[in-house]
């Protein structure tokens, strides 16, 4: 099989746009990881044509899977989390082609987690945090509690990940494995949620409650990344300024909730700007002071 799989990615290396190549092998009891493949080929370009595409091969009764990505594409999926799979085929995949090292300094990327990621990935998380935090406590005050309580175990999910990015940590995908150690609290809220005797309603509303105490005590450094955008120039923003910037594109789809939480919470300031229009101003945005 070694060698059918070596004829398989061979060529691939020998392209001068192939910055890696990684393997992944089925694990027993784990098939879902490499989507029931026996074998997985991750393949890394400079760029793509098309930013991901996969072929799929079999021989010897074996299914194999290879996927070519995008590096812009990949980066942005390390970044936001998109596509958490893959993730764990960079932390867990066996390097087998590695031009310049590039795949080795991935690898240790996410390792290592700078500070510069790591503060954007938490604006990511709580803008995502918010989000479901919002929708599932609107629709538990309307009684459709299952909804609502797919919402919080959502934004559950992503308070953990919140808080192992606080702890210098890159979020896996077994991500309670890692909060048990990181913030044994959240893991007790989680498996209340899950596991408690009470009745659902009672303990979304339990749940509720202490989400919204949470998020309070992480909007500062959730925030963080896009505080530091707003205060590179002394204006105030408006929206859309805020939607054209080019760093806040992975969380802008939900930017409008995040600016008017964080407004809520007295950490950005309204700006009123008249119009042309008597009694109708224009809504900008500052770090308050």
């Not at 240790?108 to 709580?126: A, G, S």
């Not at 803008?127 to 406590?137: A, H, M, T, Y």
């Amino acid at each position: 099989m070694e060698v059918k799989l070596r004829e398989l990615y061979q060529d691939r290396a020998s392209e001068q746009d192939t910055l890696g190549i990684l393997i992944i092998e089925k694990d027993k009891g784990h098939e879902a990881i490499t989507d029931r493949n026996d074998v997985i080929l991750l393949v890394i370009k400079e760029e793509n044509s098309e930013p991901w595409f996969v072929k799929h091969y079999e021989f010897m009764d074996k299914k194999v899977a290879m996927h070519h990505v995008d590096e812009q594409l990949l980066h942005n999926w390390i970044i936001t989390g998109n596509n958490r799979r893959f993730i764990d085929w960079l932390f867990n995949g066996k390097i087998i082609f590695d031009r310049n090292e590039y795949l080795a300094g991935i690898k240790h990327r996410l390792h290592d987690f700078p500070l510069e990621e790591r503060r954007k990935k938490m604006t990511i998380e709580l803008s995502k945090l918010v989000r479901r935090f919002e929708d599932g406590k609107a629709l538990y005050q309307t009684n459709n509690y299952l909804d609502a309580f797919n919402h919080i175990l959502h934004a559950l999910h992503h308070k953990a990940r919140l808080a192992v990015i606080e702890s210098g940590f890159y979020p896996e995908v077994t991500v309670w494995n890692q909060i048990k150690n990181i913030d044994p609290e959240i893991y007790k809220l989680y498996t209340e949620l899950i596991t408690g005797e009470e009745s659902l309603e009672k303990r979304m509303e339990l749940l509720m409650l202490a989400s919204e105490f949470a998020i309070s005590q992480k909007l500062e450094v959730g925030s963080g990344h896009l505080i530091e955008v707003m205060n590179r120039r002394h204006e105030p923003w408006t929206i859309a300024d805020l939607m054209a910037v080019t760093e806040i594109e992975d969380y802008k789809i939900d930017i409008e909730l995040l600016i008017d939480y964080l407004v809520q919470k007295e950490i950005i300031t309204v700006v009123a700007v008249e119009t042309k229009g008597a009694g109708i101003y224009h809504r900008y945005y500052t770090v308050k002071n």
